[in-house]
């Protein structure tokens, strides 16, 4: 806190309870609690010290960013899950998402409005911006590069000289911006002498390819972008150019194949000899669309990459592999077992035909009931061995793999030289994976229905006993199978059953080993052991990044002994607007 009453927030990577303590506690002696449910880091600087209620505010917004909301009271503050109030930053891009930094920018001279109009044509895509009007504070988030090069801008625009001045930045497609501002000088007189002389001028940036038109009055502003759009598209005509249209989400090298096919539907009718038809290349280095076109072809490219390039919906899969032996009452299979029990569900031979067949198997699908309620369903009449538990976070139509086991050598050919009885044997050897093995691949449809590629397979290793060739034999149980379940829906697949006979000698010690009548004293019993294997997975969707941190937070509970580091602090003063560490 500087003398004047004002503070200075370095807080990185904190989380939520962290922040709380340290701005609301210490910085400005309130009293507060938080709600179950709020959860999450916060990652918040300033470049210039704030004011007690320009602090309040800024804390407040970021946490309205993060799905949190502050509800000030007469003695408390109270921080509680916010309700359809998150990620109020303006630009919607990656770097809005969690776990991005949010820099607080205090202005002096220029308005949050005006400075984030200023800034969006200039910074990168994946910047957000989130003025607090009433305290004239613009959020910056980002990578810290990207931040960086924004308070760049905020310092060039944040001046003095354009106190009270409205300042537009109009991108150009094709013209140059010098010959642009020579017909705008022109236009609006504003030369020596001229009407608009002193009220507005138009400043050339080839940099940014732009033109900057700087006024008194903001009616100038509209007025000169219509100008400046017609004189730019005048200039590009049907003439053809290179864009670069940088992807956020999506694979450059999975979208050209796309866009080029659609290129019959967007390109013009008359087409240019000279320049032949228009073209798309995939930039894999940078992930990046290159698109050659004329005007009307690059704004209907760019508005169909807008439409595909979107966020991918992820899905979360719990999977419970587990191995149940078949006793008395398990004698039929676990398809008797769930088809007379008290679980409630439907098979894949249901007449809607939602659930299809694994083959050999079967597929169960539970209404509402989890993993856990069928394993202990099962464990109470038999043993239940869960092989494994894992839970897997997926793209959609996306495949995911889990492996535990190992590589097993196998001979697959052998070579000898007949013509030399010393030679050797030369065997080629190759690798099998064994353990278990899950492939799942979900696809998620927009009413919340799961379609999941399920390839599950238990396999061991033993020896080769029916042949002479020195290589093992592979034990294997394996599931293959298309499912469509409701997200939250758990799905049960099994009907595979292993058989294994074990044969056991008991005897009299002495007695036993002798001849003729050893036999009297000797026992021989064999026994026939049965286990099926049993496959539950439920799908959980995934849409946005508060779903996905509530989910991470659920993992993470479940794992005992993390503790995570928290650090906090309030920096010390500095004046005018800093470059973040």
Not at 551 to 569: F, V, Y
Request: glycine share 8%.
């Amino acid at each position: 806190m500087s003398e004047d009453g004002a503070f200075t927030l370095n807080l990185v990577d904190v989380p939520i309870e962290a922040a709380a303590r340290a701005v609301l506690g210490d910085a400005l002696g309130r009293n507060y609690t938080i709600k179950p449910g709020v959860n999450g880091t916060v990652t918040l600087q300033t470049t210039r010290p704030l004011s007690e209620k320009a602090l309040l505010e800024t804390f407040q917004t970021v946490l309205e960013i993060n799905g949190a909301a502050l509800q000030p009271g007469p003695d408390m503050i109270t921080i509680a899950p916010a309700r359809g109030a998150a990620k109020r930053i303006t630009r919607s891009n990656s770097a809005a998402q969690l776990g991005s930094r949010v820099v607080a920018v205090p202005l002096s001279y220029i308005g949050t409005a005006e400075m984030v109009r200023l800034l969006e044509p200039i910074i990168g895509e994946t910047v957000g911006l989130q003025p607090i009007a009433k305290r004239n504070i613009l959020l910056i988030s980002g990578a810290r590069d990207e931040i960086n090069a924004a308070i760049d801008a905020v310092n060039l625009f944040d001046v003095d000289v354009l106190k009270g001045k409205s300042v537009g930045i109009y991108r150009l497609k094709a013209a140059e911006p010098e010959a642009v501002v020579d017909e705008l000088n022109l236009i609006f007189e504003t030369g020596e002498g001229g009407s608009l002389q002193n009220v507005v001028s138009f400043i050339p940036s080839k940099r940014l390819a732009a033109v900057i038109v700087v006024s008194s009055r903001s009616k100038y502003l509209i007025e000169a972008e219509r100008w400046i759009r017609d004189l730019d598209k005048t200039a590009g005509g049907t003439k053809r150019r290179p864009t670069v249209y940088a992807l956020q989400h999506r694979s450059a090298e999975k979208l050209a194949p796309i866009l080029a096919e659609m290129i019959d539907d967007v390109v013009e009718d008359d087409i240019n000899p000279t320049e032949g038809r228009p073209r798309v290349v995939a930039d894999d280095t940078k992930n990046a669309i290159i698109v050659w076109g004329n005007d009307s072809e690059q704004d209907n490219f760019s508005r169909l990459i807008h439409t595909l390039d979107t966020v991918p919906v992820q899905v979360l899969l719990e999977a419970t592999i587990a191995e149940v032996s078949l006793n008395d009452e398990l004698n039929f299979g676990l398809r008797w077992f769930f088809e007379n029990g008290d679980l409630k569900g439907t098979f894949s031979d249901a007449s809607t035909g939602a659930v299809a067949s694994a083959f050999p198997g079967l597929s169960f699908l539970f209404q509402g009931s989890s993993s856990a309620v069928a394993l202990n369903a099962l464990a109470s009449v038999t043993d239940v061995n869960v092989v494994s538990s894992p839970s897997l976070l997926v793209l959609d139509n996306q495949e995911a793999v889990l492996q535990i086991g190992d590589e097993v050598p196998i001979a697959t050919q052998q070579v000898r030289d007949t013509t030399d009885p010393a030679a050797p044997v030369v065997n080629t050897i190759s690798f099998r994976d064994t353990g278990i093995i899950l492939r799942v691949k979900p696809r998620v449809s927009r009413t919340g229905q799961v379609i999941l590629d399920i390839e599950q397979e238990v396999s061991s290793v033993s020896n080769t006993t029916t042949s002479g060739i020195d290589s093992p034999t592979i034990s294997q149980r394996r599931i293959e199978t298309n499912v469509v379940v409701t997200d939250g829906q758990t799905i049960a697949l099994g009907g595979l059953i292993e058989e294994s006979r074990n044969r056991t000698n008991t005897k009299v010690p002495g007695a036993g080993d002798v001849p003729i009548l050893g036999t009297l004293f000797r026992n021989r019993r064999d026994t026939v052991g049965r286990t099926e294997l049993l496959v539950l997975i439920t799908p959980r969707v995934v849409r946005d990044g508060h779903e996905s941190r509530r989910i991470t937070s659920e993992l993470r509970s479940r794992i005992t002994g993390a503790n995570g580091l928290i650090q906090t602090g309030i920096a010390v003063e500095s004046t005018g607007h800093r470059i973040i560490d």
